[in-house]
Each structure stands twice: as structure tokens, then as C-alpha cells.
């Protein structure tokens, strides 16, 4: 199951990619996705610190998307909103690290399979 924060995250980024040519404001997507406003600030806020989304200031200002829609991928926006996505650490590509109780991992029936 993925977090509130993750789906969230994910709409929030389908209403941007809606509109390519606009600024969105919160308050826009806040209603029209039914995500209470404050966690969608901090969502937002946590997407344009790692790049995947720019705003604007004054009376037009809004998000909008600071990379193309489909540079942006689903393992991208998980592992921002939820952590390594990976079912073991020995199996994750941005979090590796050796199981403890692996003798050798170039054997391993998990990571071969």
C-alpha cells in the first residue's frame, strides 16, 4: 500500500501535467483533488525542493511542473514520498545495503530471482 502522502503527491502532479501552460494555484488543486490544503502545501513544498515542480509568485502565481510529465516516473515520486520501494535492502537501487544474514550474495535466491 502506498502512504495518503504518496497518492496525494501523485494528484497533485496529474493536475499540474492537465495544465502545462498554466501556474496552478493550491487552492485550485487543493478543491479540485480534495486534499486538505496544508498537507498539500508540505507535499508541494517537498516536490520543488527535489525539482520536480517550480512556483511562481503574484496574482497569476501557481505550481507548475519543472520538468517534462514524462521524465517524471511513479518509483521517482514513491521513493520521495515514502522511502525505498525495494522489499529488501539488498534489492534497492537507492538504498542498497547487504542483508545480515546473506552468506553470499552472488548466490542468493532472492536477488537472483
Given at each position: 500500500m502506498?502512504?495518503?502522502?504518496a497518492r496525494?503527491?501523485?494528484?497533485?502532479?496529474?493536475?499540474?501535467?492537465?495544465r502545462?501552460?498554466?501556474?496552478?494555484?493550491?487552492?485550485d488543486?487543493?478543491?479540485?483533488e480534495?486534499i486538505?490544503?496544508s498537507?498539500?502545501?508540505?507535499?508541494?513544498?517537498?516536490l520543488?525542493r527535489?525539482?520536480?515542480v517550480?512556483?511562481?509568485?503574484?496574482?497569476?502565481g501557481?505550481?507548475?511542473?519543472a520538468?517534462p510529465?514524462?521524465?517524471?516516473?511513479?518509483?521517482?515520486?514513491?521513493?520521495?514520498?515514502?522511502g525505498p520501494?525495494?522489499?529488501?535492502?539488498?534489492l534497492?537501487r537507492q538504498?542498497?545495503?547487504?542483508?545480515?544474514?546473506?552468506?553470499?550474495?552472488s548466490c542468493?535466491a532472492?536477488?537472483?530471482?
Open positions: 502506498i502512504s495518503q502522502k496525494y503527491s501523485f494528484k497533485a502532479l496529474i493536475a499540474l501535467a492537465l502545462p501552460e498554466e501556474t496552478v494555484s493550491i487552492r488543486i487543493a478543491e479540485g480534495n486538505p490544503r498537507f498539500l502545501e508540505q507535499i508541494l513544498l517537498d520543488k527535489h525539482r520536480l517550480d512556483s511562481r509568485r503574484g496574482k497569476v501557481g505550481y507548475f511542473l520538468q510529465a514524462n521524465q517524471i516516473t511513479l518509483g521517482q515520486i514513491l521513493r520521495l514520498s515514502d520501494i525495494a522489499p529488501l535492502s539488498c534497492s538504498s542498497y545495503r547487504r542483508c545480515e544474514d546473506c552468506a553470499d550474495e542468493c532472492l536477488r537472483i530471482a
